[in-house]
Structure formats: structure tokens, C-alpha cells
């Protein structure tokens, strides 16, 4: 077995980390790296304290909203804001740093990680709304596609 690069190793933590969440659409994990270190982790799923969506359902499919529309509706956090207030919490900096997802950041992601510091997004699967990736280029975040499917192909190589 070949020993996986820093990408495959930090994107196939991050498909571990998705496991974590509680969302009755899409699993989605992230994780914060720098200096080839791990900083924080995320998944998406509600508020800490608070019912899961696995508990009380989904508003956003009970209303048969698409995927990439009213996000002010979901009761969950995304994974990549979750990564960015676990570090704040325990006072880690973020900046300069690459966030590894297993999803395309949304708009409101981007933003917040264009104003976390964070210079590098490496994401696994597309999403249906692209501002979030308009926006971190516009900003000067590097952005690189890393297709989920192919992590799997180059782990077992």
C-alpha cells in the first residue's frame, strides 16, 4: 500500500469526521490544518445542547427545499464553521491555514473562512450553489477540487 499524500491523509480524516454528524441530507466534515498539523474538526449537525435533526426532523425537507437554498432554515451548523469555533473556542488560530472538507464550502462558509484567516480549501464533492467558491477566489483563498471518489482509489493503490 502506498503511503497517501498530506491531501489524501487530511481528506480521508475528514470523511472519518462526516461519520459524526447528525443531518438527515448530507454528512459533511472538515478539518483545519496547519504546519502538516490538525488544529480542529467539524461536522454539521445542530448546536451543542440542543435535539439533533435525527430527533426532530428536517424543516427543510418537511418544505421540499433544493439543496444550496434557504440555508436560514436549517437548524444544523456546518462542518466547516463548526472546525472554525472549535478553534476560536479553545483560542487556536486558523490563519494561514488550509480547511479540508469533504463538501464545497457554501457562500456563508466562505465568508467565514475568508475572515478566519484560513488561505487553502481542498473539498470532495461539488455543490449545487458555486458563490461560495466565486467568493474565495475573489479573495484570494487557493481552492482545489479533490474528487471523494478518487480518495478511495488512491488509498487502496
Known sequence: MKRPTLDEYFMEIASVVAKRSTCLRQHVGAVIVKDK?????????APSGLPHCEEVG???????????????????????QNAIIQAA??????????LYSTHCPCITCAKIIINAGIKRVVYGKEYADKNGLKLLEEAGVEIEFFPSDSLSKKVKN
Open 89 to 98: 473556542k479553545f483560542g487556536i488560530s486558523v490563519d494561514g491555514g488550509t
Open 37 to 45: 498539523r490538525i488544529l480542529a474538526t467539524g461536522y454539521n449537525g
Open 58 to 80: 428536517c424543516l427543510r425537507d418537511r418544505m421540499s427545499v433544493p439543496s444550496g437554498e434557504r440555508q436560514e432554515l436549517c437548524r444544523g451548523v456546518h462542518a466547516e
